[in-house]
C-alpha cells in the first residue's frame, strides 16, 4: 500500500522559507512521477511543481525562482524547498505519487491531479505579511 507522509509546514513571514519533507513507501514501480500542489481554501487543487524518476523538474510559473524540488531516494523523501514566500502561497500543500511505466510520460500526462491516485495528507503553509 502506497503510503505518502507531508512534513514541514507552518507559519513564517514574508521573504521567509520553509522546506516540505514527503516521506513514500510501500510501492514498487518502473518509474514514479511526483507533483507538489496546494489548495487555497474554497479552490481546486493546483500545481506548484513536478518531478520524475529522470529527475526532470518543472514549476509553475507563480513559484519559479522561489521553488525548488528535489529528492533523496536513499531516503525515500521528496522535498519541496520554498524561498521568499509570499502571503499568495498560503494554502495546504500536497505531495502525490503516480506509478508509471516509464518516466518519460510524466511530463506529458501527469501534471493534473486527477492523473495521481496516491496522495499524502497535506501540510498546511502560511505566510503573513
Known amino acids: 500500500q502506497v503510503h505518502l507522509v507531508e512534513s514541514g509546514g507552518g507559519s513564517v513571514q514574508a521573504g521567509g522559507s520553509l522546506r516540505l519533507s514527503c516521506e513514500h513507501s510501500g510501492y514498487r514501480a518502473d518509474a514514479t512521477c511526483m507533483g507538489w500542489f496546494r489548495q487555497f481554501p474554497g479552490q481546486d487543487r493546483e500545481a506548484v511543481g513536478f518531478?520524475?524518476?529522470?529527475?526532470?523538474?518543472s514549476y509553475t510559473n507563480s513559484v519559479k525562482g522561489r521553488f525548488t524540488i528535489s529528492a533523496d531516494n536513499a531516503k525515500n523523501t521528496l522535498y519541496l524547498q520554498m524561498n521568499n514566500l509570499k502571503p499568495e502561497d498560503t494554502a495546504t500543500y500536497y505531495c502525490?505519487?503516480?506509478?508509471?511505466?516509464?518516466?518519460?510520460?510524466?511530463?506529458?500526462?501527469?501534471?493534473?491531479?486527477?492523473?495521481?491516485?496516491?496522495w499524502g495528507q497535506g501540510t498546511q503553509v502560511t505566510v503573513s505579511s
Open positions: 518531478t520524475d524518476t529522470n529527475g526532470i523538474t
Open positions: 502525490a505519487i503516480a506509478l508509471v511505466p516509464a518516466a518519460k510520460y510524466c511530463p506529458g500526462q501527469y501534471r493534473r491531479p486527477a492523473d495521481y491516485t496516491h
